[in-house]
């Protein structure tokens, strides 16, 4: 089934301000998670829907909390999430970022107690939006296996650069530190599916593409290896170190389940010693560069970072957007 991007919105911010959220605040969330589906990454949009509002019963999320500054030395900046909504505090830390970025070059802001702020991307698109390259990542709890072990100690971060272009066609990478997310790997199995290599290990210890075998350790594998693994360790520290938040350990022991995150949102003006044409031009080549590449498959299109999104993107908020029927009466039975 399709749901149109505008009636998704709404029943979103419905159930938001049924379970007490302020209407403002519960729009602002709607429209991220319902974007975040238009985008194809409903892992991170309606089929997590169920449970943000399980979070917020529990306490996990504060709903009409908001990001505040704590601290500050020129183009960089400490703020406290309060617990509040992961999405709302972090697109209003990545906009402040950007503020930064227009009056010094650069702007960082680091955000510490915060919740899951759902697609990591959506900041790096507000980012380039904005004209800005926006470079952002979040800890998480521990969720990952580091690289030779089996139980999960480090987290599974996502990282997310995105360069801006004058046409709004914008090149966004967003990639977790494990082949694939949780997410992705909860989506697959939903469409009983298989993923389209190993993404993590089976009881046995054996590489496997089965998401739910995966589920049932929770041993992802990281992307490169030990390398996924060491960027994993790296982002988590300087996360918790800007922010002067909780590190993935400290998730650990301290929180029940994903909450009191860390995270940093980055922000440059491409065009602070640039002419203002230069980054398109760059981009342009580039871009064209790479899409007159020699396909492995014949018929398959060789596509920069973001461009599928926006693909996606287009398709769904013409014909609306495809949501797993169960998940959808889940919803609006709450």
Same mark, same amino acid.
């Given at each position: 089934m399709r749901i149109p991007f505008d009636a998704m919105v709404s029943v979103f911010i419905d159930k938001l301000v049924a379970y007490g959220t302020e209407p403002e605040i519960a729009k602002e969330a709607a429209v991220i998670l319902a974007q975040n589906s238009a985008d194809g990454v409903y892992s991170h949009g309606v089929n997590r829907f169920p449970r943000l509002i399980s979070y917020i019963q529990k306490g996990y999320i504060h709903p009409n909390a908001t990001a505040k500054k704590i601290d500050g030395? =020129?183009?960089?900046?400490?703020?406290?999430g309060q617990l509040g909504l992961g999405m709302v505090n972090a697109k209003k830390a990545m906009g402040r970022a950007c503020e930064l970025a227009k009056a010094h070059g650069v702007g960082v802001v680091a955000l510490k107690n915060t919740n899951h702020w759902m697609r990591g991307g959506t900041y790096g698109w507000q980012a380039a939006d904005a004209g800005c390259i926006g470079i952002c990542w979040t800890n998480t709890q521990p969720n990952m296996p580091a690289w030779g072990a089996k139980d999960r100690r480090i987290g599974n971060n996502p990282f997310i650069i995105a360069i801006p272009r004058g046409n709004g066609e914008h090149v966004v990478l967003d990639c977790a530190m494990s082949q694939f997310s949780y997410g992705k790997i909860e989506m697959?199995?939903?469409?009983g599916r298989q993923l389209p290599?190993? =993404?993590g290990f089976d009881e046995d210890g054996n590489a496997t593409t089965d998401p739910a075998a995966i589920e049932k350790t929770w041993r992802v594998l990281p992307i490169g290896y030990w390398k996924g693994s =060491?960027?994993?360790?790296?982002?988590d520290l300087v996360a918790a170190i800007l922010s002067g938040g909780y590190s993935v350990t400290d998730i650990g022991k301290n929180c029940e389940d994903e909450y009191g995150l860390s995270q940093v949102l980055i922000a440059f003006d491409p065009n602070t010693m640039n002419e203002p044409n230069f980054a398109d031009e760059l981009i342009n080549r580039l871009i064209d560069d790479?899409?007159?590449?020699e396909p492995a498959k014949a018929g398959d299109k060789v596509r920069y970072p973001g461009e599928n999104s926006l693909a996606i993107r287009r398709e769904n908020m013409k014909l609306g957007i495809p949501v797993i029927e169960d998940v959808w009466n889940t919803i609006t039975a709450l």
């Open positions: 030395i =020129g183009s960089l900046e400490r703020w406290d697959t199995k939903l469409q290599v190993p =993404g =060491g960027m994993s360790i790296a982002l790479i899409a007159d590449s």
